[in-house]
């Protein structure tokens, strides 16, 4: 059984891999395969189609989203600290290559996902428009920020800001690029009182 578990987890390893720096649709069991020394038909064994495999890389991806936001909200009672540390969060990535939110990538490919894989894309998404929606409006709500749209309106433009940061850090290969972009957008959007 744990062999089983073993390989599971080696093959969501693999294709989380291969999708952050493919895509959803630019790899194959058989790439997948190759790097875990197996056949495919062993994949097929754990994930009966591709559409299965990425699905669950995404629902874990999402579930480790949902575990930050909740020890973010654990940690930190001011709504400033929790914005600035979701900022550090969504930026950690870049120290990886590829810098890039696994879910903000394959959201470019939507349109050829399966229903499926965009259901847990999409969900990934408004997990953290919600929660920055949250946030924004205890920190206007207590005056600590004077906000320059609604707080939802807000959310989703540093959300699809910082998305943009990660993109302009990956295509020059520069991590710096991203704090450039993000921090600056944060104040813009954020100003304190």
């Known amino acids: 059984m744990e062999q089983r578990a ?21 790899f194959s069991y058989a790439d997948v395969a190759e790097r875990v020394g197996i056949r495919t038909a062993s994949i097929h064994y754990h994930f009966p189609a ?6 669950e890389v995404c629902a874990r991806y999402r579930s480790a989203l949902v575990e930050a936001l909740a020890t973010i909200d654990r940690e930190l ?3 400033a600290d929790r914005l600035h540390r979701f900022v550090a969060l969504q930026g950690g990535g870049i120290d990886r290559r ?6 903000a990538l394959l959201a470019a490919e939507c349109p050829t996902l399966p229903e499926e894989v ?3 894309v999409r969900g990934f998404l408004s997990d953290q428009e919600a929660w920055l929606t949250r946030v924004l409006s205890e920190g206007a709500a207590t005056g600590l920020f004077s906000l320059a ?13 910082l998305e943009g940061a990660m993109l302009a850090a990956r295509a020059y290969d ?3 690029r ?16």
């Open 6 to 26: 073993n390989t599971t987890e080696r093959i969501l390893e693999s294709a989380y891999e291969l999708m952050q720096t493919r895509g959803y649709n630019a």
């Open 50 to 55: 591709k559409a299965d495999l990425a699905r």
């Open 77 to 79: 009672a001011d709504p």
């Open 98 to 103: 590829p810098p890039m939110c696994l879910c």
């Open 118 to 120: 965009n259901v847990e």
């Open 149 to 161: 749209v609604t707080p939802d309106e807000a959310a989703r433009v540093l959300r699809a800001g």
């Open 174 to 176: 520069d991590r710096k």
């Open 178 to 193: 991203y704090d450039a972009i993000a921090q600056p957008l944060l104040t813009a959007l954020v100003r304190s009182k």
